[in-house]
């Protein structure tokens, strides 16, 4: 059992108890398990594995941990948190300015705000309130008790249910259910689940008219096998020309997809993906394009 | 850094110039050298790609960043070839498995999320 005052760096395993302040500069350990009553405040904290218990109050400026584990019945407040998983269960306020997890699950009775979360699964559970300026996870799947409030949010799938009041600025998801008990209010909401669905079809389509997997090597053999004549045919060159346009379709995507990483609502608009698709693909590949926009199949370029 | 745009222009500069060829049509040395400069001129881009992924999404990839160098490596094997000279089949294999490495890395950056 270890006391921390003001500075501490512990290296692999800290078991602490205290009851009045605790300071830590720098925390670097393999396992954490922290246990306060009054105040606690980390200025970086590096651990496989964190687990935390406070009544009181808890702020960490920089946390990056593959497993935390909290629970914080007051004040929570996380300026930068980077890990693989998130338990949180808080009966106060949780603040995150940035949030970036793989899984995250928080139970929260009574606030919660994040600035930015990025993370591929995200449960959050509230009956107060929830706030969430940018929220780009993979899945959400949210239940609310009273109000939620979303700035942006881009999402594969989005399960959600309401039972009081919902407001959405902007809104993009592939699958979209939701559920609402009282009144739902969008400002401004527009759902893109078609582009979204166009996203996927365009890259599909891409991919698969890469026709690399029709490529072949062409190897030198040697005299005893000259029989085998393994030449390079003139297919084989229009294969890598096909190859070549697809390819630079492939990077223009690429090019505005990561342009707009970070503000996916907008992103169809900007780049008015109805015209890149006939401008710019639909021109790039020309050799048997079956396009689910017209079904026609153009003729290859000489 | 070389911006994306201008990487963009010179490879739809060089698509413009490549050709489709049958049976009976002459193996030119701009056959070659064409898909070559293509294949180095993606390489930038899709590194200055990486780049700007990096910032935004504020971690790694190593499969990306190992498709880019391994495509690196593939392409200094490669030279530029002139008439008379010889077409080998390292010329053909070489272009195939960078396209394949750059559709790789390019997909993992901003193709559909896997499932």
């Known amino acids: 059992m270890l006391s921390a005052f003001p500075a501490k760096l512990v ?14 500069d720098a925390i670097s350990s393999s396992d954490r398990i922290n246990k306060g009553y009054m105040k606690s405040i980390h200025d970086g904290l590096r651990a496989v594995d964190s687990s935390s218990v406070r009544p009181a109050k808890n702020l960490t400026e920089v946390v990056s941990t593959s497993d935390t584990c909290s629970k914080t019945p007051v004040l929570n407040v996380i300026d930068v948190i980077r890990l693989s998983e998130v338990h949180k269960k808080g009966r106060g306020i949780t603040l995150f300015d940035t949030l970036s997890a793989v899984d995250r699950t928080s139970l929260s009775l009574l606030l919660n705000l994040r600035d930015t979360f990025v993370g591929e699964f995200g449960i959050t559970r509230k009956p107060g309130l929830t706030r969430h300026d940018v929220i780009t996870p993979r899945e959400s799947i949210s239940k609310l008790g009273t109000k939620q409030l979303r700035d942006e949010s881009f999402v594969t799938d989005l399960i959600s249910k309401h039972t009081d009041k ?21 400002d401004g909401t527009r759902l893109k689940e078609i582009v979204a669905k166009v996203e996927f079809s365009v890259i599909r389509q891409i991919t698969e008219r890469l026709e690399l997997d029709k490529a072949r090597r062409v190897y030198f053999l040697p005299e005893e096998y000259r029989y ?12 890598k020309v096909d190859a070549s346009k697809v390819l630079l379709a ?10 707009h990483l970070h503000y996916p609502g907008p992103l169809f608009e900007r780049i008015g993906i109805t015209d890149w698709i006939e401008k710019v693909v639909k021109k790039s590949i020309r050799d048997k394009v079956d396009w689910a926009v017209d079904g026609s199949e153009e003729g290859r370029g000489t | 850094m070389t ?15 490549m050709r489709y060829v049958s049976h009976g ?12 400069n293509f294949a180095l001129t993606a390489v930038e881009a899709t590194k200055i790609l990486y780049d700007q992924w990096k910032y935004k999404m ?41 396209l394949k490495l750059l559709q790789i890395a390019l ?6 999320p896997v499932p």
């Open chain 1, 250 to 259: 492939l990077l223009e995507w690429a090019e505005r997809k990561i342009e």
């Open chain 2, 58 to 98: 504020d971690r790694l990839d190593p499969i990306v960043e190992d498709c880019i160098s391994t495509a690196e490596r593939r392409l200094g094997f490669m030279k530029e070839v002139k008439h008379g000279d010889v077409v080998a089949t390292r010329d053909h294999n070489i272009i195939l498995d960078v």
């Open chain 2, 107 to 112: 997909l993992r950056m901003a193709g559909p």
């Open chain 1, 166 to 186: 919902a407001l959405l600025d902007q809104m993009a998801a592939g699958d979209l259910v939701r559920k609402v008990g009282v009144k739902p209010l969008y």
């Open chain 1, 11 to 24: 290296d692999y395993a800290v078991l602490n108890t205290a009851f009045t302040v605790e300071l830590y």
């Open chain 1, 228 to 239: 085998l004549h393994d030449i390079i045919m003139p297919e084989d060159h229009n294969i």
């Open chain 2, 3 to 17: 911006l994306i745009s201008e990487q963009l222009s010179t490879l739809r500069t060089l698509l413009n110039e």
């Open chain 2, 25 to 36: 049509d002459m193996v030119l040395a701009t056959d070659t050298n064409l898909l070559l």
